[in-house]
Structures are given as C-alpha cells and as structure tokens.
C-alpha cells in the first residue's frame, strides 16, 4: 500500500528538525486528525537555502513532510508556492486515496511560513501575490475522511 520512497522517507526523514535563525516558521495542523508540522526555512535573495521539519503525525505525513523539504530547497518562494500536495504525491510515487490529506500538511505549512515572512518583509512581497490566498487547502478532506 505504501511505496518503497514512501518507506524510506518514513524510515530516513530528511530534513528533520529545527532552526534557530530560522527566518520564517509555519505551523500548521490537519483537522481532519489533528496531526501538526512544523517547518523552518531559511530565506536568501528570494531563494529558501535551508529547510528543516517536525511533524508529529502519521507515517505518509512524515514522508510526504520529508520530501518536501527537499522539493521546495534552493526554489525561490514564488516557485515553492506552485508545489501542490498531487506534486508531493507524485513525487513519491502515489499515496493511498485515504492518505492524500496526509500531504496538506507540508503545503499548509509552507504557505503559512511564507505567509509570516512576507507579513514580516513586506517589501519583499511580490505585488500579485495577495496573502489572504496563503491559507490552509482542506477543500475534500471531508470527502476523504468519509472514504476512509
Ligand atoms: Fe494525520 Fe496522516 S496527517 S493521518
């Protein structure tokens, strides 16, 4: 059901950890069950040059925390904010329907970082990007959790 890459992002979390210069931190929980990441990145010229986590969650939300970490490193913030939680799926392999919400995590967290470093860097901000778009997508999780 899980993927070897699933597996081994379970088994070797990349990424694991916190920062203390970190210049964003997002937080972000799955209301679906409760699960929370955390994740600290680090923000030079535009670019995220390091990234770590913490999620205290299920298995395919550490993996698919741990592979986004690795994803979003070395792009700039503006291409981080185009990773969807298909991506990190994809990027793994597949995930099991039931456990696609699993992957929010890493997408909400990320956007809600980003959202606290422009909040804090105004004069960074791109002018197309409106902040109030940087929230939480749980649109099916309804769905989901009624499948499974
Ligand atoms: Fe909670 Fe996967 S994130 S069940």
Do not use: Q, W
């Not at 699993?102 to 409106?130: G, W």
């Amino acid at each position: 059901m899980y993927t070897d890459l699933v597996m081994d992002h379970f088994n070797n979390p990349r990424n694991v950890g916190t920062m203390e210069d970190a210049d964003a931190i997002g937080r972000e929980g799955n209301p679906v069950c409760g699960d929370m990441m955390e994740l600290f990145l680090k923000i030079e010229d535009g670019h995220i040059t390091d990234v770590k986590f913490r999620t205290f969650g299920c298995g395919a939300a550490i993996a698919t925390s741990s592979i986004a970490t690795e994803m979003v490193k070395g792009k700039t913030i503006e291409e981080s904010l185009l990773l969807s939680r298909e991506d990190i799926a994809e990027a793994l392999g597949g995930l099991p329907a039931n456990k696609m919400h699993c992957s929010n995590l890493a997408t909400d967290a990320l956007r809600s970082a980003v959202r606290s470093y422009y909040e804090a860097h105004p004069e960074e901000k791109p002018e197309s990007l409106d902040l109030s778009t940087l929230v939480p997508t749980h649109d099916d999780d309804e769905d989901e959790e009624a499948a499974g």
